[in-house]
């Protein structure tokens, strides 16, 4: 499962939104299925922030930290705050799959 190629932003709501479960499943036909799909998808979405996030922040990892430089790096606090504003990867993944720009297949379905 992934995005379409487009790097375009979706746009996404920031907090819960109230969905009605019946456009949930129009594309797969089983609420179920739409759901796993989705949830698949936040799952890899959560996995490459949380990747992208240890990257940034290793950069400023240091050996002998001493107590006055933890509390002093304030482009440490500004990434981590970013990463926190960002929109949480379960709306991301709901957005995207309405929108139809996830990929996914059911190799049970492909058998029969």
């Given at each position: 499962m992934s995005a379409n190629a487009n790097n375009t932003k979706p746009a996404v709501a920031s907090s819960t939104v109230t969905r009605d479960l019946r456009e949930l499943d129009v594309e797969t036909g089983n609420i179920y299925e739409s759901i796993v799909i989705m949830s698949k998808r936040a799952n890899q979405l959560s996995n490459n922030i949380k990747e992208e996030l240890h990257q940034k922040l290793s950069e400023?990892?240091?050996s002998?930290?001493?107590?006055e430089e933890i509390f002093e790096n304030r482009e440490q606090i500004e990434i981590s705050k970013y990463y926190e504003r960002l929109p949480k990867p379960s709306l991301v993944a709901v957005?995207?799959?309405?929108?139809?720009k996830v990929y996914y297949r059911n190799p049970a379905k492909e058998q029969q």
């Open positions: 400023f990892a240091s002998n930290d001493n107590l957005q995207e799959f309405l929108d139809g």
